[in-house]
C-alpha cells in the first residue's frame, strides 16, 4: 500500500502556542509556508475553512502559484454556493494549477459557526444536503451531456459544464466525519475518508465502520482510502520529546488560561478525542491526548510523542490497518515542516517500500 503525506498551511503565523501576529492574509507567510512543504517532500497540503478566515480557494490559488509540485486538499463547506458552481470553482483550480487540485468535505461540527455564514440546518439535515451537493458536484465534473436535478436541497435545469477537471474523472474528494451519517456519506462519496488521531483500537474500528458501510451500499471496500491526523512532537531523545510535549501544553495553557472547557463539542469526532483523553494523557506508547483535553478537541490534537524512528514506527502501525494517508502539522508550524522532512516523511517511506 503507498503512502502520502498531507501537511497544513494558513494565512497568518499562527497555532496553538503561538498567538496570531502580522495581517489575517499575509502572502508572503503563505508562499514561504507552502515553498517548506514542497522542499520537505510533502505530497499535498490541506488548507482549512473558517467562518471568519481568508477564502481557501483564493489562498490554494495564491499557494499554487508559487510551488510547481505541491497538491491541495481545499475544505469547503456545503450549501453556501451551489454545488454546480462549486464544480466549476474547483475544476477551474485544477486547470489552473495543472491538475493539483482536491477539495475535502466538511458539513460543519458546530452550529454556531455554520449561523455566523447564514446557515440554520441542524447536523443530520447538513448531512442530508451534503449528500445531494457532493453528488451534484460530482455529476457536473463527468457529465458530457446536459442534465437536471429536483431534490430536497437544489434544483438545476439543462446543467453542463464547459470547464472540466484535468485530473479524470475528477479530482480526489475527502470527506471527514465521525457521525453514523458522516460515515453513510463518505461511504458513497469519498474518494479519501479523513479522520483525526485516535488509537489503534478506535482506528481499526472506524476503518472497518468506513468499509462496512462501502459494503452495505454494494461499493467496493478496497476502493476507499483512509487519512488520518496526527500532531508529531519529535525531539533526538524520547526524553527530550516529552519535555517538549511538556512545554507545548504548558504554553497552551498559558495561553488559555486554565478554566474548563464548558461548550460541549459539536462534532462527533470531537467527542471522539475527548473520550480518548478522558483514558489518560497517553494512550497507546506515545499518543499524547493533552491538548486535545485542554482545547476542547475542535480540530486535529492529539500528538504521537518520541524521536523521529519512534513516531515512524507509531505511523507504521497505523498504515498497517488500512491508513495510506497521514495529514501530519506541528504546533511551530514552518519549523515543524522543516523537521519532518529532514527526518519523519524519510523513514516512513523507506520503511514503506522495504515492505512492498
Not at 490559488?61 to 453556501?80: D, E, V
Request: hydrophobic residues 40%; contains cysteine; charged residues 25%.
Amino acid at each position: 500500500m503507498s503512502i502520502e503525506f498531507i501537511g497544513m498551511i494558513a494565512s497568518e503565523q499562527k497555532s496553538e502556542i503561538h498567538p496570531a501576529q502580522g495581517p489575517v492574509i499575509d502572502p508572503d507567510y503563505i508562499v514561504r509556508f507552502a515553498q517548506a512543504h514542497e522542499v520537505a517532500g510533502f505530497d499535498r497540503v490541506l488548507i482549512a475553512h473558517s467562518s471568519s478566515d481568508a477564502d481557501a480557494v483564493l489562498v490554494a490559488t495564491h499557494a499554487a502559484q508559487h510551488t510547481k509540485t505541491l497538491n491541495f486538499m481545499i475544505a469547503h463547506r456545503p450549501g453556501f454556493i451551489s454545488p454546480t458552481y462549486a464544480a466549476r470553482l474547483f475544476a477551474s483550480f485544477d486547470v489552473f494549477s495543472g491538475g493539483r487540485g482536491g477539495v475535502h468535505i466538511i458539513s460543519g461540527g458546530s452550529d454556531a459557526e455554520q449561523r455566523r455564514d447564514g446557515d440554520f440546518l441542524n447536523h443530520d439535515e447538513r448531512y442530508r444536503r451534503t449528500d445531494e451537493y457532493v453528488g451534484l458536484m460530482r455529476k457536473t465534473w463527468t457529465a458530457d451531456a446536459p442534465f437536471s436535478h429536483e431534490g430536497p436541497f437544489y434544483r438545476v435545469e439543462n446543467a453542463l459544464a464547459r470547464v472540466k477537471p484535468l485530473q479524470k474523472p475528477h479530482i480526489p474528494v475527502y470527506f471527514g466525519g465521525s457521525s453514523a451519517l458522516a460515515i453513510e456519506f463518505a461511504a458513497k462519496h469519498a474518494d479519501i475518508y479523513a479522520f483525526w488521531g485516535e488509537t489503534l483500537e478506535m482506528a481499526r474500528d472506524t476503518i472497518a465502520r468506513v468499509r462496512a458501510a462501502c459494503v452495505n451500499i454494494g461499493r467496493a471496500p478496497e476502493t476507499i482510502r483512509f487519512s488520518l491526523s496526527m500532531r508529531p512532537v519529535l525531539a533526538a531523545t524520547e526524553e527530550a520529546a516529552w519535555q517538549r510535549a511538556d512545554r507545548i501544553i504548558e504554553r497552551v495553557r498559558d495561553l488559555r488560561g486554565s478554566g474548563p472547557i464548558n461548550a460541549k463539542p459539536g462534532s462527533v469526532g470531537s467527542q471522539r478525542l475527548l473520550e480518548i483523553a478522558a483514558g489518560g494523557k497517553v494512550r497507546d506508547t506515545r499518543l499524547w491526548t493533552e491538548v486535545a483535553a485542554a482545547v476542547g478537541a475542535g480540530s486535529n490534537t492529539t500528538s504521537l510523542v518520541g524521536t523521529p524512528e519512534q513516531v515512524a514506527e507509531s505511523l507504521l502501525e497505523y498504515h498497517a490497518l488500512g491508513v495510506s494517508t497521514f495529514l501530519i502539522r506541528g504546533f511551530d508550524p514552518i519549523e515543524d515542516v522543516i523537521d519532518y522532512g529532514r527526518e519523519l516523511l524519510p523513514l516512513v517511506r523507506a520503511a514503506v517500500e522495504r515492505a512492498r
